[in-house]
């Protein structure tokens, strides 16, 4: 056969039923002897290689070492499928016969190993190469790592793993690990007799889980990492804060008995009791401790993970900034380590979201530590119902990041994986994962019976020795521990301790030092504050104008942008009026940048913007250089983050920056506001609840383009109503501490006193714009300088300058008031009809909102109009308050559209019959 035909063959071989590694073993061996030419007609020849003469024992060498490198590599590969990894023995183990020698044509004999396989010799027989590989590939670890793409990468991994570095376990190492899983049991024992009917998601077969963040603790305070982010689900976070963390039993008591987890006098609902949280330094003899900040989480699994990403990248870039880690790499001084339960991580949709920014610039951390606790279960529903896929992880390798699974059952295997998995994170900067392979020895809250739906597997797990009592058997072998009445004093020790912290909870009085750090100076508004002054000197704000869009010598800027955008900022800033949308947004981030604060925005090509309005970020025409022009303002930097194509993760991250730097703007735009709804999660349970559950501020802003202008249903509505629905604003009065700020605002000098607004406050209040689409060119949407000068301030409420002695008075919120003046000019109705724009609808303007009705006395016609359906839109959150402040014995009247199931039409001619009768219905009898 020729070695054309031969070639041809071997590229359909896979598609017969050839295992995939012998025809990529054939194809090396064969086809890799030739290489191609081309004729003249471009057809591909096969040119054959020379190969030198060797002699038959010199070629029987040679195949004999390829084979061996063969064999090497499918234990690479394929090890983990037969490695001891499950505890429970409920997995049969696979036969894997890419994995036995005699295939590859293997015999006793001496083989050199240089290159191919990592031994403590150069040669060594093949019983001896077998007995390697298996223990380091077969073992209770096993390693997945060959799919990373980077050759690099792949060599240094197999020569840790294959070398074994890792420092040994001396006897004090080992009575540690003893310490905690023992520890941990008793807790679980504790609160199951003294708190039987709670539920509090024990780690009661996964109590290996204290030993990985242990060892993480301990291996990142020795790198020199100051900070770790910690965020993870329910189970096992009490056994953690109570022991590693420190959390104080008497506290934990307190709450468990129903009391809340802050003082009385501070406004807050507080939270579950799976949801605690708490920061602590820690140190393991390191030169400088290691701070661990736990993150409250919500029931939403996975949620927690990509606000942790934010918040550790917040924490990498404040060192930065201050100036005290200037010289370090993202990651050197700060780790995010993530927690996840193995039906949640190939489930929750989050977790892909989250794995894809870990890389990406203005995203990565510096590389995550995730570990998956294992239980072979979610809830009640077995791996085989619960994922597609071999393993929980396999969703991780989108990421080309090495994943280690462990046995659970066997501690010192787990800190050795740990440990590696360590060494591979502090070297390369990326992403990696154990999977502790575990168990779920109680039902899923501890008052469910298991049994009812896994019957094998709980008779299973019934039948078998504790974690710790199974260590501590080996340890007592090993002579490590002393007698059974020693150990079983420690735990009748460790009992009546925690008896000790029940007795003392009894009075117990919580405490709460949330502002502090980087928050001193903050408040809890107890009352609602005055807006800040939050105009500029007017040569301050041109100088921005012009720095903004001010390019370096010799860019080359798009034709069109330099005509519509950069020619046009210019000339209007000189003249000081007919300021569009864009600039004010300008003149507010560079004003901020000058003051000191950096801003941040992100999300899907926000430096162009959705709308081609923004260019806060050029491109040169001919090199494709980028450049933000408003950096040259100041020390302090805006970050243009343009986002991957999320929702849910982008936003989450967003949230976990705001939460860590409060003097820093942090923004996240969305497409169209409709697309928010992917990130719902992340509004009602961080942005909305965060600060009532957690007492956490956040001002992260949201902007949200809205307006009905023919888009159909997905294209035109914030859901402004949602936001809304979650505000806790009184229907009587004013709130005290309103948990979020939503507005509306219609011009751009609006827009800039709300941006500036955020960071002149003494708090922080997450704040939900409702920007716009067809206003930012509308030529009447326009400011002055002079809206923005000194003495200037956001207006919740802006009159009608027209209209003095109305018949009707119209509430209105967003764009369609320029629609309705446009009308009303028309039809000479200037003085007949008053359109009041209610700039902010949360918190209601209560005193501007009077102060307008008390203006208009004799006027008994009061409407709220808007284009969104009656049943969304600011409607069913403003007509209770504003019959609240209109005179006695009127009532609001509402005019628009019907309610509907969606936003908006979908149907051209439709949408504008729609909205032709909402404009022109309102001045109906008059």
Sequence with gaps: MSLLRMHRLVRVLPAIRFPRCAVRSFHATVVGRYNYDRDIYGFRTPRVFEMPDYTNEEKQNRNAQANLVRLVHMYRVHGHRVANLDPLGLTPADHVFQLDPTRYGLSEGTYTLEGILHMDKQQASLQEIMTHLRNVYCGRIGFEFTHIPNLSERKWFATLVESDPVKPLTDGDKKRIFELLTKSEVFDHFMAKRFPQVKRYGLEGAE????????????????????????????????????????????????????????????????????????????????????????????????????????????????????????????????????????????????????????????????????????????????????????????????????????????????????????????????????????????????????????????????????????????????????????????????????????????????????????????????????????????????????????????????????????????????????????????????????????????????????????????????????????????SKLEIANSSLSEFAVMGFEYGMSIETPRRLCIWEAQFGDFFNGAQIVVDTFLGSGEAKWLRQSGLVLLLPHGLEGGGPEHSSARVERFLQLCDEGFDGPTENINMHVANPTTPAQYFHLLRRQLHRPYRKPLILATPKSLLRHPLATSTLADMAPGTTFHPVLPDPTAVNPKRVVFVSGRIYYDLIKERAQRGLEGAVAFVRVEEVCPVPWSELRSVVDGYAGVTDWYWLQEEPQNQGAYTFMEPRLNNVLPKGHSLKYHGRPPSAVPATGIGKRYKAEQERVIKGVFDGL
């Design 208 to 635: 290996s889980m204290m030993i990985v963040l242990d060892a993480l603790f301990k291996e990142a305070n020795y790198a020199g990492i100051r900070d770790i982010v910690l965020c993870m689900p329910h189970r096992g976070r009490l056994n953690l804060l109570t022991d590693l963390l420190k959390y104080n039993p008497t506290a934990l008591f307190h709450k468990v008995k129903g009391n809340a987890e802050f003082p009385d006098d501070i406004p807050g609902c507080g939270d579950v009791l799976s949801h605690l949280a708490t920061s602590v330094d820690l140190s393991y003899g390191a030169k400088h401790p290691v701070h661990v900040s736990m993150l409250h989480n919500p029931s939403h699994l996975e949620a927690a993970n990509p606000v942790a990403l934010g918040k550790a990248r917040a924490k990498q870039m404040y060192l930065y900034e201050s100036g005290s880690e200037t010289d370090c790499y993202i990651g050197d001084r700060v780790m995010c380590i993530q927690m996840h339960g193995d039906a949640a991580f190939c489930g929750q949709g989050v977790v892909t979201e989250t794995l894809g920014l870990a890389n990406l610039p203005h995203f990565t951390a510096g590389g995550s530590v995730h570990v998956i606790v294992n239980n072979q279960i979610g809830y009640t529903t077995p791996a085989m119902n619960a994922r597609s896929s071999y393993y929980s992880s396999d969703v991780a390798k989108m990421i080309s990041c090495p994943v280690i699974h462990v046995n659970g059952d066997f501690p010192e295997d787990v800190a050795r994986a740990t440990a590696i998995a360590f060494e591979y994170r502090n070297k390369f900067r990326k992403d990696v994962i154990i999977d502790l392979i575990a168990y779920r020895r109680m039902g899923h809250n501890e008052l469910d019976e298991p049994a009812f739906t896994q019957p094998s597997m709980y008779a299973n797990i019934r039948g078998r020795k504790s974690v710790p009592r199974l260590y501590e058997e080996k340890l007592m072998n090993d002579k490590v521990l002393g007698d059974k009445q020693e150990i079983e004093t420690l735990r009748t020790k460790y009992f009546e301790q925690l008896d000790r912290h029940l007795e003392d909870s009894y009075s117990f009085t919580p405490t709460a030092d949330t502002l502090k750090g980087k928050w001193s100076g903050m408040t809890i508004p107890r009352q609602v504050i005055s807006a800040p002054q939050t105009g500029v000197d007017v040569e301050v704000l041109k100088e921005v104008g012009q720095k903004s869009v001010q390019t370096p010598s010799g860019t080359v800027v798009h034709p069109r942008i330099q005509k519509y955008h950069v020619d046009t900022r210019l000339r209007k800033l000189e003249d000081g009026k007919g300021l569009d949308w864009a600039t004010g947004e300008a003149l507010a981030f560079g004003s901020l940048l000058l003051e000191g604060f950096p801003v941040r925005i992100s999300g899907q090509d926000v430096g162009r913007g959705t709308f081609s309005q923004r260019h806060v970020m050029l491109v040169d025409q001919n090199t494709e250089r980028t450049t933000i022009p408003l950096n040259t303002l100041s020390s």
